[in-house]
């Protein structure tokens, strides 16, 4: 069973920084663009960063210029580089992959982590 499995969240300080990765895990043969979400309580999920299979990226402005999303193909993993947090950070961060192709040749679309809380306080 195909899995995407988030880490690296947790509490920080403002100006802080953290690196959340997404490893996907499973019979997996090739994934596509891999993105970064987020959602804080009382607000819909919002796209904070995206990659795509040939590492073409973009971030939502707020971000821009502190976070950087990365991946690794050979480890089916994807990372997010969180530099100079602020509190409107806080939010539990998705990892979502727009498609998974399986070694038995099944696609899945729109593939979810179950999330990792982080929260930027001091």
């Known amino acids: 069973q195909v899995q995407l499995v988030e880490s690296g969240g947790g509490l920080v300080q403002p100006g802080g920084s953290l690196r959340l990765s997404c490893a996907a895990s499973?019979?997996?043969?090739?994934?596509?663009?891999m993105g970064w979400y987020r959602q804080a309580p009382g607000k819909q999920r919002e796209l904070v960063a995206r990659i795509t299979s040939g590492g073409r990226t973009n971030y939502r402005d707020s971000v821009k210029g502190r976070f950087t999303i990365s991946r690794d193909n050979a480890k089916n993993t994807v990372y997010l580089q969180m530099n100079s947090l602020k509190p409107e950070d806080t939010a539990v961060y998705y990892c979502?992959?727009?498609?998974?192709?399986?070694?038995?040749?099944?696609?899945?679309?729109?593939?979810w982590g179950q999330g990792t809380q982080v929260t930027v306080s001091s």
């Open positions: 979502n992959a727009d498609r998974l192709v399986t070694l038995r040749g099944g696609t899945e679309y729109d593939y």
């Open positions: 499973g019979s997996i043969s090739s994934i596509g663009a």
